[in-house]
């Protein structure tokens, strides 16, 4: 898929992992709508994108992905825009293991919404033009993360809701790939505030520190780079791209058909 005159939605847009991806699908020549609930930081982004790739690239619109009107209103909104949604990247989530339900709200619940409300705009069978449709996972997602049990529920379920999605809207028709993204640890806020966010497994958090040593830290331009594969290889549909500082390889899951 070539970038340029597609629109994209990017949850969690104003800082880290959802900056990077929405940077560089704007120097591949997208408009993106940042939809985040921080807003001085998203009408920040928003003027310095827009001064760097012209008026009217980037719209930054205050949306928090756990509420059903804001999300609406928000795509609503970027349709208007950009006359359509060709990409959504499900990117908004926290790591918070003692307010664990708000967790689950954000990183499984609000993945499932925005998706659900993407698919209105989307679906060819709504007549939608197709597109794409990726989630910021995490390695959690493919295997225990012994520090964080809600985080790795909730991204064990966003990948398992991505290969879902794919199977289904590869046999009705809808014309969309879903993918997830699946980096270890990235350099942003969310891990430099993780030992004070660990809750009741913050005894652990010295081996947290140290499976992040062994593991090392990637940068948020190699999450990006990782997007940029998954949106723009059209062969890609329900695939789980790990993100590691070894490089990038793709999880191979066991079939259930054989
Ligand atoms: N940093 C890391 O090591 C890794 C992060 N991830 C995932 O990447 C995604 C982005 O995380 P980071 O960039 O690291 O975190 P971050 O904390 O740097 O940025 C998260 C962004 O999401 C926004 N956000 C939070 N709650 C929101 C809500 N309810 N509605 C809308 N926006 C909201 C924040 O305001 C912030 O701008 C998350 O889903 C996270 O689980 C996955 C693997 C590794
Ligand atoms: C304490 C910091 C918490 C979260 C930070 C960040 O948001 C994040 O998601 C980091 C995840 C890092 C995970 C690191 C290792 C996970 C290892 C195993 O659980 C999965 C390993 C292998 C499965 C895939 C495979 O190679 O077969």
Sequence with gaps: MALTGKSAVVTGAAMGIGKALS????????KVALLDVNDSAGQSLMES????????????LKCDVESEEQLKAAFQKTVETFGGIDILCNNAGIMN??????????????VIRATYIALEYMNKLNGG?????????SMAGLGPFITC??????????VGFTRAMAGASEVSGYGIRFNALCPAFVQTDLIANASANLGPFSHLA??????KEKLGVISVSEVAEGLMELVTDETKNGEALM???KG????QFPSLSK
Excluded: R
């Excluded at 010295?206 to 499976?211: D, K, L, S, T, Y």
């Excluded at 990038?248 to 999880?251: A, D, E, H």
């Design 49 to 60: 994108l827009n001064q760097q790739h012209g008026a009217g690239s980037a719209l930054f």
């Design 243 to 245: 993100i590691l500082t």
């Design 97 to 110: 293991e003692g307010t664990w339900e708000k967790t689950v709200s954000i990183n499984l619940m609000g």
């Design 206 to 211: 010295e081996v947290a520190g140290q499976i």
């Design 248 to 251: 990038k390889t793709y999880m």
């Design 23 to 30: 940077e560089l699908l704007l120097e591949n020549g997208a």
């Design 149 to 158: 049990p809600v985080y790795t529920a909730t991204k064990s379920g966003v």
């Design 129 to 137: 033009k197709g597109g794409v449709i990726v989630m910021t996972a």
